[in-house]
Structures are given as structure tokens and as C-alpha cells.
């Protein structure tokens, strides 16, 4: 009788492998040729048509609602409240893009502001530490969110900002 020599591991991947790898190499190919073909059908409006949703849907209206959209003359107003202090900071100073625009000469101020302004609350007047909060009931405003809180003191300023208008 005839002994056959065991196999190792690696022969025996080998003779697996090779059933798997020509229909694995014929569907990667596959794969790639369908990528680029769409690919190629997306290059032309009738075939984004065809293949993507999205552009069917461009410049409807939305559930009956038209979503507002911000201009660069567009402003909104943000409110900037003392966490610390109820009865004001009047050496505070909130300024929009560096320029000083109101003191805290209460608990809170409100400040208008345009896309891509940056609002900081200067309190280099003051000692020690202060925090601020930023609210505002606009739609419209996608960043600062109502309820961020800053902190200012010791010589620097609470940078807000950029503000961000939603699209």
C-alpha cells in the first residue's frame, strides 16, 4: 500500500485558493467596470437623473415649507448673558469683528450679527475669571448654538464666533 505524505497548511490554502481565484478576480473586475461605468452615466444630467435621487429633488419645496436662506446682507441678533454676575459688568465689553458694540450694563446684551462675524467679550477691564452665555431664538443661525458658554478673564477675551448662518 502506498502512504501519501501529509499536506501542510500552506499546500493545502494553495488548492483552495486556486478554485476561488479566478470567479474572485472576475468580480473584482466586474465591480471596478461597473464603478466606472457609473461613473461615466453620472457625467451627464439625464444619467444623474437616472442614478441619484438627490438631483431629482433639487429646488423643490420640502413638506409645502421652503428652507430660508442666508444672504451676506442677512443679520440676526445673538444675546450674550453673564453666568456670574446678575447685576452687569459695565467694564465689559462685547465686540463684534473687534470693534467694541455694547458694554454689559446689565445681565445680558444683544448684539447684531451677519454670517462669518466674529463676536468676542472683552473683560481685560475686570479681574478675575467670567463666564458667558450665547442664546438666541433664530432658525437661522446654525452656529453658536443657544446655550454655548464662554469664559473671558485674566487679560483675555471670549472669542464667539465665526457665526455660521444655515443654508
Not at 73 to 80: H, K, N, P, V
Request: charged share 25%.
Amino acid at each position: 500500500m502506498e502512504q501519501r505524505r501529509q499536506q501542510t497548511y500552506e499546500e493545502r490554502f494553495l488548492k483552495a485558493y486556486e478554485r476561488w481565484e479566478k470567479p474572485l478576480v472576475r468580480v473584482l473586475i466586474a465591480c471596478f467596470v461597473l464603478i466606472v461605468a457609473a461613473q461615466a452615466v453620472l457625467m451627464w444630467p439625464a444619467g444623474r437623473q437616472l442614478l441619484s435621487g438627490v438631483d431629482r429633488l433639487e429646488g423643490h419645496k420640502t413638506n409645502g415649507a421652503t428652507l430660508a436662506t442666508a444672504t451676506k446682507d442677512t443679520r440676526a441678533q445673538l444675546t450674550i448673558r453673564s453666568v456670574d454676575s446678575g447685576a452687569g459688568l459695565p467694564k465689559a465689553w462685547v465686540k463684534v469683528n473687534g470693534i467694541p458694540v455694547s458694554a454689559f450694563t446689565e445681565e445680558a446684551v444683544t448684539v447684531s450679527v451677519r454670517e462669518k462675524d466674529v463676536v468676542t467679550v472683552d473683560t481685560s477691564g475686570l479681574p478675575g475669571v467670567f463666564r458667558f452665555e450665547i442664546d438666541h431664538d433664530d432658525p437661522q443661525i446654525s452656529y453658536p448654538v443657544p446655550g454655548t458658554l464662554v469664559e473671558a478673564g485674566d487679560g483675555q477675551e471670549a472669542k464667539v464666533g465665526p457665526v455660521h448662518f444655515s443654508k
